[in-house]
């Protein structure tokens, strides 16, 4: 992505957040716009300052960070959310991916594994740390029919726009949100996705998301 990342930290924990904020500014690239201490802080902040990215804990008072996930995908469209949390159990995971959080990071994680997924999330990607993504891949091939794993070579048969649609139906997008990232109607998004469920041999949206995972189109 071109110039600075505009970022809103919201962490009910003041040393966290001055911890995350002193990690971007180590780096030339990052601009930390806001901060939030609440769920309805976050929301409102998020919303002032329509941020590029929103790192966002799942624990906070006024609203937990599944109702803010919600609530910025109403109020802050553009912004793409990262939970940055102590929990990596697999229904948080599920929780914050379903509720629209483009990555997921534990708080334990390095300087330098911060700053590069703030900068995937922010140029259009998922970002999973390893222990995260075996949480999630694991409880998605629960959901599904055992099929055999997907790989690179499978997703090379997809078109370009099937490949746009599927990684944003695997982050979680409705498709009349995908259609508006994409600049494409609802209908046309619905019958991308019905060729993606032909073409792969894939019934259901935790399908999908699986293959996605597996084929390295949102990466871990």
Do not use: C
């Not at 499978?154 to 009349?176: I, P, Q």
Request: hydrophobic share 45%.
């Amino acid at each position: 992505m071109d110039g600075v990342i505009r970022v809103v930290l919201a962490d009910d924990h003041a040393m966290m957040r001055e911890g995350v904020r002193h990690v971007l500014a180590a780096t030339p690239g990052f601009q930390v716009v806001g901060e939030a201490a609440s769920g309805r802080e976050a929301v409102e902040v998020a919303a002032r300052m329509q941020p590029d990215v929103v790192v966002l804990d799942i624990s906070m008072p006024e609203g937990s960070g599944l109702d803010v996930l919600e609530e910025l995908r109403r109020r802050a469209p553009a912004a793409r959310v990262l939970v940055l949390s102590v929990h990596d159990d697999t229904e948080y995971v599920l929780q914050s991916v379903r509720a629209g959080a483009a990555g997921y990071l534990r708080k334990d994680t390095t300087p330098d594994s911060l700053r590069h997924a703030v900068r995937e999330i922010a140029a259009g990607n998922g970002w999973f740390s390893p222990e995260v993504a075996r949480h999630l891949t694991a409880a998605i091939r629960d959901d599904t029919d055992g099929a055999a794993p997907a790989t690179p070579a499978e997703a090379a048969l997809l078109t370009a726009r099937e490949r746009d649609v599927l990684v944003r139906v695997a982050r979680g997008l409705t498709n009349k949100e995908t259609g508006a990232e994409l600049g494409i109607s609802t209908r046309t998004v619905e019958t991308h996705r019905d060729n993606l469920m032909r073409k792969l041999g894939i019934r259901t949206v935790a399908g999908l998301t699986r293959f996605a995972l597996e084929a390295g189109l949102i990466q871990g």
